[in-house]
Structure formats: structure tokens, C-alpha cells
């Protein structure tokens, strides 16, 4: 008999979809930490990403028939998870707003300011993002770590690609000032 760690993802959702809770529990414990962490780029309270965890495995788990034709359990639920925290900062009001003109100084290239990214240790950069704004800190995360194009982050959170464009070059912006006056420490 394999162990349960060996199984894959569509035995386990075979499972589900036979009422055995082990499947349900397996998926659980294999992909909660990756979504529970995708939903932590965009949401920064604790206790509102767990709410929006538990929120995304039960819409997933309640409609597992529909997931017979998509590829990847993993891909799937953290799709829902980052449609269910952009729908929660919504929720607070947090505005995307549309520009429909770039600023040129938006996109002017960084010269040596972007090589203070390089000095930088990986918590000082995490820590910088955490201070941006939802809007700006939503959009670096399904950028950078989420690997959603930015077409695509314009149809999810309903504003035009300059506009995420243009708020991308700000925030990294952000970043790079909060770097240099290490603004982020307490």
C-alpha cells in the first residue's frame, strides 16, 4: 500500500469526490502554505488571510466536480484564493484607479537607486513591500511572486495595463526610496 504522500492530485480529488475526508485533509496539508502565502503578499492582516484560506478550500472543495478539467489542483485553488483577497480589499474599499496617462518619470529607468535593491537583504525588500499601499503592494505581489502578467492583473482588478503598469513603476519606486532611508524599521 503507498503512503498518502505519494498519492496524486487526482487520486486525492477522486477521493473527495467519493466522500472519503482524507482526500479533503491531503490537499489541504499539501497546498495550504503556498496559498496561505500567496494570500499574505495581498492581504497583510494575519487573521483576514486565514478567514480568506479556510474561504478559498471551502468554495474549492464544494465544487470539485467543476475540477475535472482543470489541470492543477494547486493552480486552481490558489487562483481562488487571489480572486477572494482582491475581492476582500474591495470589500475595504481599496481603489485601483485607472490612469489613463502615464507619467514619464513613472517609467524613467532607474540607474544607481535600483542597485540598492542588490545591497538589500530579502527581509529588508519584504518589509519595504509590506509598507506600500494595498493597491500598489497587491499588484508587485501577483506580479513578481504571483507570475500573473500584467494584462491579466488589469482584468482581475478591473483597471487598463498602463494603469498597472504605472502603479508597478510607483511602487518599486516606493521600495527602492524606503531602501535607502530605511523607513521600514520600527
Not at 103 to 121: G, T
Not at 132 to 137: A, C, F, N, T, V
Not at 144 to 168: A, D, K
Request: glycine fraction near 4%.
Amino acid at each position: 500500500m503507498r503512503s498518502i504522500g505519494k498519492i496524486d492530485d487526482n487520486e486525492l480529488i477522486a477521493m473527495c469526490l467519493a466522500g472519503n475526508d482524507l482526500g479533503y485533509t491531503e490537499l489541504y496539508h499539501k497546498y495550504a502554505k503556498s496559498v496561505y502565502n500567496s494570500i499574505c503578499r495581498v492581504i497583510s492582516h494575519t487573521g483576514e488571510a486565514e478567514d480568506i484560506l479556510q474561504e478559498a478550500f471551502l468554495l474549492a472543495f464544494e465544487d470539485m466536480e467543476r475540477l475535472q478539467n482543470v489541470a492543477s489542483f494547486g493552480a486552481w485553488i490558489k487562483r481562488i484564493a487571489i480572486n477572494r483577497s482582491i475581492s476582500h480589499l474591495r470589500k475595504r474599499k481599496i481603489q485601483f484607479s485607472d490612469v489613463e496617462q502615464v507619467d514619464k518619470a513613472d517609467e524613467e529607468v532607474y540607474d544607481m537607486e535600483e542597485n540598492i535593491l542588490f545591497d538589500c537583504k530579502v527581509e529588508d525588500i519584504k518589509k519595504a513591500i509590506a509598507l506600500l499601499p494595498d493597491g500598489y503592494r497587491t499588484i508587485v505581489s501577483l506580479y513578481l511572486f504571483e507570475e500573473i502578467p500584467q494584462e491579466e492583473i488589469g482584468r482581475m482588478l478591473g483597471i487598463s495595463h498602463n494603469t498597472v503598469r504605472t502603479q508597478y513603476h510607483r511602487a518599486k519606486k516606493k521600495i527602492v526610496q524606503a531602501l535607502k532611508e530605511k523607513t521600514y524599521h520600527e
